[in-house]
């Protein structure tokens, strides 16, 4: 057996381990969701800590596979992003609202417009109009 067999079998197993924690992630936060729901007569202290340790557990076993850690890594670069956004000034954002609805009337004027235009033409060629 060559090097190059001995990595992709090592690569399966790691995808096939993976799924198998995706799998075994998604199940446990389930079953915290369907406790929650099943049991409404309970305490809601203790329904609602069961909830919260089966996402938090799934979330730890989700962490362990590779899909969870490039999500991870997705949101720190999505909030480095973030950070980066420079948001408009209480004077802009007014400023772009005005033209905003100034720009919403003329194009309401102008179809309106149009339509009685339209709507007279089509009488004229119809002959309904007088």
Same mark, same amino acid.
């Given at each position: 057996?060559?090097?190059?067999?001995? +990595?992709? *079998?090592?690569?399966?197993? *790691?995808?096939?381990?993976? *799924?198998?924690?995706?799998? /075994? @992630?998604?199940?446990?936060?389930?079953?915290?969701?369907?406790?929650?729901?099943?049991?409404? /007569?309970?305490?809601?202290?203790?329904?609602?800590?069961?909830?919260? @340790?089966?996402?938090?557990? $799934?979330?730890?076993? /989700?962490? #362990?596979?590779?899909?969870?850690?490039? %999500?991870? @890594? &997705?949101?720190?670069? @999505?909030?480095?992003?973030? !950070?980066?956004?420079?948001?408009? =000034? !209480?004077? +802009?954002?007014? #400023?772009? =609202? %005005?033209?905003?609805?100034?720009?919403?009337?003329?194009?309401?004027?102008?179809?309106?417009?149009?339509?009685? &235009? %339209? %709507?007279?033409? =089509?009488? /004229?060629?119809?002959?309904? $109009?007088?």
């Amino acid at each position: 057996m060559s090097f190059l067999d001995m +990595e992709v *079998k090592s690569n399966n197993y *790691k995808t096939a381990l993976d *799924k198998l924690l995706l799998l /075994l @992630s998604i199940a446990i936060v389930f079953s915290g969701v369907i406790f929650y729901n099943t049991y409404p /007569l309970m305490s809601g202290l203790l329904r609602i800590l069961v909830l919260l @340790s089966g996402i938090g557990l $799934g979330v730890i076993i /989700l962490y #362990q596979t590779s899909t969870g850690k490039n %999500l991870w @890594s &997705f949101i720190l670069t @999505s909030r480095v992003e973030l !950070r980066k956004i420079v948001w408009p =000034t !209480r004077q +802009e954002t007014t #400023q772009m =609202t %005005l033209v905003v609805v100034a720009f919403t009337f003329v194009m309401a004027l102008f179809f309106w417009l149009l339509d009685m &235009f %339209l %709507l007279w033409a =089509t009488r /004229l060629l119809t002959g309904q $109009g007088g």
